[in-house]
T-cell receptor, first 114, second 110 residues
């Protein structure tokens, strides 16, 4: 099976702009989670989607949003970008049927905000 | 709220020496604990989870509920074990949400 893919792999934006990141889960997986990875804060949970519904959300401002499509692909959007949003954004997919499912991570999208 | 602490940011050992990466957690219930590893230029991947009780690449980890710890151990470190290691916790009511520690960079010297 193909692994989790994320596009684009690299992005450079300026403050105030918005950005959309995409994640394609492993075929058959219905859950997609998003994480922000920074040197200072480490890996922090953003949100999780299962069957097009957000079922968990981390402590991030409303500028961070996401959605999931019927084919389980997911997008996350960050509006009004700030310098502190520069990070590696990871998505992970799992079957999602139970809390014991293994999560598989994508390679990440490196976002740089200038 | 749950929390995961990895007290060592950096850990260096020589090849063939035992290695132990520490992980402590705080959660009042019964969480599920994981170790994830990220090798250079590779994606984050699951190393092991406490419910499976497996030994992967010679690594083991035992969940100690009394000490709320989940330390990762290997009796004889190899150079290819050099990587970033993350301890993570999941609780059943939070579905897929993982709470990660800050990570430990392990360097195994020849």
């Amino acid at each position: 099976k193909a692994g989790v893919t994320q596009t684009p792999r690299y992005l450079i934006k300026t403050r105030g702009q918005q950005v959309t990141l995409s994640c394609s889960p492993i075929s058959g997986h219905r859950s997609v989670s998003w994480y922000q990875q920074t040197p200072g804060q480490g890996l922090q949970f953003l949100f999780e989607y299962f069957s097009e519904t957000q079922r968990n959300k981390g402590n991030f401002p409303g500028r961070f949003s996401g959605r999931q499509f019927s084919n389980s692909r997911s997008e996350m959007n960050v509006s009004t970008l700030e310098l502190g949003d520069s990070a590696l954004y990871l998505c992970a997919s799992s079957a999602g049927l139970a809390g014991t499912d293994t999560q598989y991570f994508g390679p990440g999208t490196r976002l740089t905000v200038l | 709220a749950q929390r995961v602490t990895q007290p060592e940011k950096l850990l260096s050992v020589f090849k063939g020496a035992p290695v132990e990466l520490k992980c402590n957690y705080s959660y009042s219930g019964s969480p599920e604990l994981f170790w994830y590893v990220q090798y250079s230029r590779q994606r984050l991947q699951l190393l092991l989870r406490h419910i499976s009780r497996e030994s992967i690449k010679g690594f083991t980890a035992d969940l100690n509920k009394g000490e709320t710890s989940f330390h990762l151990k290997k009796p004889f470190a190899q150079e290819e074990d050099s990587a970033m290691y993350y301890c993570a916790l999941r609780v059943s009511t939070s579905y897929g949400k993982l709470t990660f520690g800050q990570g430990t960079i392990l360097t195994v010297h020849p």
